[in-house]
């Protein structure tokens, strides 16, 4: 059974900084290409970014420069390191397996960030 647990998340100041966890098992995790994405309230769920099996890492124009997608194969884990955080990156942050750079298969319960004074 696929499973994905997403961590990490809270409030944080504008500026601030934030590590998300997301430990996948179910299925062979250093295969599969590994994704954050993030859903605003009232708003589509949009890519944050996503990390290949190689170490490849794309990321969405809006967060270029601050986030960072990291993976352990060894431990089933992808990160994201979140710096200078804004308001408007205040969403449900997923992460997912990808494919063809579309997300697939089931997604967690998300983790909460918050970026607010």
């Known amino acids: 059974q696929v499973r994905l647990v997403e961590s990490g998340g809270g409030l944080v100041q504008p500026g601030g900084s934030l590590r998300l966890s997301c430990v996948a098992s179910?299925?062979?995790?250093?295969?599969?290409?590994m994704g954050w994405y993030r859903q605003a309230p009232g708003k589509q769920r949009e890519l944050v970014a996503t990390?290949?099996?190689?170490?490849?890492?794309n990321y969405g124009d809006s967060v270029k420069g601050r986030f960072t997608i990291s993976r352990d194969n060894a431990k089933n884990l992808v990160y994201l390191q979140m710096n200078s955080l804004k308001p408007e990156d205040t969403a449900v942050y997923y992460c997912?397996?990808?494919?063809?750079?579309?997300?697939?298969?089931?997604w967690g319960q998300g983790t909460q960030v918050t970026v607010s004074s």
């Open positions: 990390i290949s099996t190689g170490g490849n890492t």
């Open positions: 997912s397996r990808v494919n063809g750079g579309v997300p697939f298969g089931s």
């Open positions: 179910g299925f062979i995790f250093s295969v599969n290409t």
